[in-house]
Each structure stands twice: as C-alpha cells, then as structure tokens.
DNA sequence: CATTTTTATGACTGAGCGGTCGTATTCTAA
DNA sequence: TTAGAATACGACCGCTCAGTCATAAAAATG
C-alpha cells in the first residue's frame, strides 16, 4: 500500500502520478517500466516518489488495485436491468463486460493482461467478502449452472470450456480494436464510439454465436447427441 | 544472421549456447534476457561472444529461427498417412501440431509466444517461396475452403473465428501442461508421455468437439439454420 | 621455422536502473 | 514569530546492462 503521504496530496496531482504510471506500466509492463521515467513524466522528484511509495512494486499493486476498481465499477454500470436473464444472455453479458472494459480503458487492459500472464495464479485482494474475480473460475461457476439447468450440452469437459471460454474472454477485446483499425480515426476523435458502433455488436454477436453452436455445418458431435 | 564465427565453432559449443540462450529468452523474454548471464553460463567470454553475434538481437533472431526449424520439422514429421482428408480432420491436425510443439517443446513454445506478443505483425523470414506461418492466416484460408466445401456455417464471419481459432491454438497446449499438473513428477521422469496420455487425447478430442459444435445443448442459431 | 590471420579474453565504458539520504522548503500550530 | 513536523528535492550509491577494445593465444599458411 501507498505510505498516507501519497493520500495527502491533493487529487490532482495524485491522479497525475496514477495516469503517468498507469501510461508506463501499459506500455512496458513491470519489468520494462521507470520510476525514474515515471518520476520525470509526472514533474516530482525522485526523492518524492519515494515519500508516496515503499517501492517499484507497491506502485505496481496500487495500479493495479485501480485497475480491479474501474472494472468493478463497470460491472455495476452494466447490470443488465431485467434481473431474470437465460444462460447464454448471462454469458453474452460476462463477456461484453470485458469487452467494455478493453475498449473504454485499453492501458488498463493491457495492464491486467500483462500481470496475468507474469502470474496466471494471482487471486488478489482479501479473500473476505469479495466473490472470485478470476475469469476462469467464473466460467466455471457458470458453466456448471448451465449444465444443471441443461442449457450446456452435458458432454462438454467444464475445465476445458472454462479455460477456453477466458482464452477467448481476455482477447476478443484486442481482436475488435484491430479489426476496427481502419475507422481508427473517426474513433480518435470522438465521431465513432467503437463500443457502439453496430460492426462492433455483429461481429460481438457472431463470435457469441461460434460459441454456443460451434463452427461447423452440420456437426457430427450433435448428430450424435440428438440420434441418442 | 550470427558472424561466420559462430559457424567456425565445434558444433558441441554452438548447441551449448544456443540451449543457454534459450533457457534464458525462455525464462526472461527477449527484454529481461542477459547477456551476460548468457556468457557466464555458457562459459564464454563476453568479448567472445560479439565474436558470434552482432549483437543481443541477433542472437535472439537465430534463436527464433531455430524455433521455426523445429517446428517445421515437427509439422513434417506428423504428417498424417492419408492425404485424404476432411475439413475438421485437417483442423484438428494444425491444432495438434500446434500442442505436441508446446508439450515438446515448452521453452521454444515461450519463445514463440513471447515473440509474438511483442510484436503480432511478424511475418518472418523470406517471402519468397516459404508459405505463411502465421496462425491466423492459415485459419483464414482454412475456413474459407471449409465454407466453399459446405463443411462450415456460411453464418461464420471467417475473420473472427480465425482469430479466435488463433486464440485457442496458441492457448492449448499450455492449459494442458496444467491440467496434467498432478502428473507432473511421472512426466518428468519419463514414465508418462504427457502428449500421448489418453487424457491429453480426450481433452483434446473435446476441444475440438466443442469448436465443431459450441457449448449450447440446443443452440437457437443453430434451430434458426435448419429451420429456414 | 616465421608470419599472418583468426579466435579468445575480460577489463572497461557509458548509460540506466531502483533506491537512499542530507538538506531545503513548506506547512502547522502555539 | 517561531519551533517542530511534514514534505520536496536531486545528487548520489551500488549494481547490471549491452557493447567495445587492446591484447594475448591459437591456427593456419608458407
């Protein structure tokens, strides 16, 4: 945690020093990213910087800690309004959320990202009250449901599924960023909100679609399954 | 290219360095590797080694190109008997591929990866003759055959699922290395070959069960496709 | 043998790193 | 106004890094 001189400051210069290092850590992860780059950037001294933080690391988890902050904000933001949702609706929610998050707070994506693939464990925060945040575990809590509600069709591995519904989770984000490449201006300057652009939604639907019915025309697997 | 130096050297020597620097870039990535603790444990001077090398990136350009040769041997090697072969066969076996080169080749696999994440664009070496290697491409091409053969839904955006078949073949191989955990001791002492364990094989066999077929026991696109 | 070319060596350079510390400034409160 | 606490500061420390270079050893050449 941040020593409580950190706290002291006033808002906006402790904002400033979040968003410098918030811009160092996205863009070269922990090891890659400077204090004394980030000290430079934010216009305090070196000195300074070691009045806010014990060290390198205790930055590093109090961004982190705003990273896990804003996403739980925008889970609540978007809670659907109807409150009785199919399992599928829930999954297409789950995963729009994280698209959300990547398309509205990229950095802090990137950042997320870049601290799961240092430590693929990482269960953060107190164990108290707090529900599992790991996306892994998550899908596995609903796949589980939707099994017993027989919507999952009772052969699939839930391990399995749960792990490659979070592969799919942790990249789709960066798959529409790159495929809306080319309308990357009108998204800079404001005249496209790439979240709500309708190729956005298609192709979001779509890649929601693969999931629940698979790619396949006429898949042997199901033929098995209905001729039982 | 390393110096003609390198080449000169008793071929015990260069695949001594050349397995050092793979330990390390394996374990460090390209930023975090050192050179100096490359020499160190190669027992090399440091002036020795810019003997060999033009420099750190050099070296690490041979490394990664080592690890397209052993794939490439690998992709040869586990060409299938029948040439003969339907769409989601050929699918399952660029997969398959994909994870016996992680299972066997874990450090080259990190390697890869590590390269691909710094930079996605990468298309390496000559574009003369060589066909592309890169994941996403030949998933495109794949799909776009696998549709002009009424193998696969025409509904399927072919840019998305490549891309997220990209996603799920470079993710593979590494979820089954843990899920194998609790065998770790047996495949370390050799008794048990992780990539031919019948578990390995049946999870793989559900993965792809489950790209044909999707999660969904009864998935509405898949009603909406039949019923027009 | 002598001469020339090739290879091996490790001390060294300059730069950047995370982190420290004595001092200067500012703030608080009596 | 003044004493004391809190904060700001940047030169500095020890270290590691990628890369260099003068020199020495070894190999090749004649």
Chains 1, 2 share one sequence.
Not at 32 to 58: C, E, H, L, N
Not at 96 to 105: G, I, N
Not at 173 to 197: H, T
Request: charged share 25%; with cysteine.
């Amino acid at each position: 945690m941040p020593k409580k001189t950190f706290f002291n400051l006033s808002v906006s210069k402790r904002e400033l020093i979040e968003a410098v290092a918030i811009d160092e850590f996205a863009a070269n992860s922990y090891r890659g990213a400077s204090i004394s780059q980030i000290v430079a950037k934010a216009g305090i001294a070196k000195g300074s910087f070691y009045q806010y933080f014990v060290d390198k690391r205790d930055l590093y988890n109090h961004i982190l800690s705003i990273v896990q902050t804003c996403k739980i904000e925008m889970v609540k933001d978007m809670t659907p309004p109807s409150s009785v949702m199919d399992t599928f609706g829930y999954l297409r929610w789950m995963i729009q959320v994280a698209v959300m998050f990547e398309l509205k707070h990229p950095k802090l994506a990137k950042i997320e990202q870049d601290a799961f693939l240092e430590n693929p464990l990482a269960n953060e925060s107190e164990p108290g009250e707090q529900e599992a945040t790991d996306a892994t575990v998550r899908f596995r809590d609903f796949l589980t449901q939707g099994i017993m509600h027989d919507d999952i069709a009772p052969w699939v591995d839930i391990d399995m599924a749960a792990f490659f519904l979070a592969s799919v989770y942790h990249q789709i984000g960066q798959y529409l960023i790159a495929r809306m490449a080319d309308k990357a201006n009108a998204i800079a300057n404001g005249s496209v909100d790439i979240a709500f652009d309708p190729l956005t939604q298609d192709l979001f639907d779509n890649l929601m679609d693969l999931v629940e019915a698979g790619i396949a025309r006429e898949p042997q697997i199901r033929k098995d399954y209905y001729s039982k």
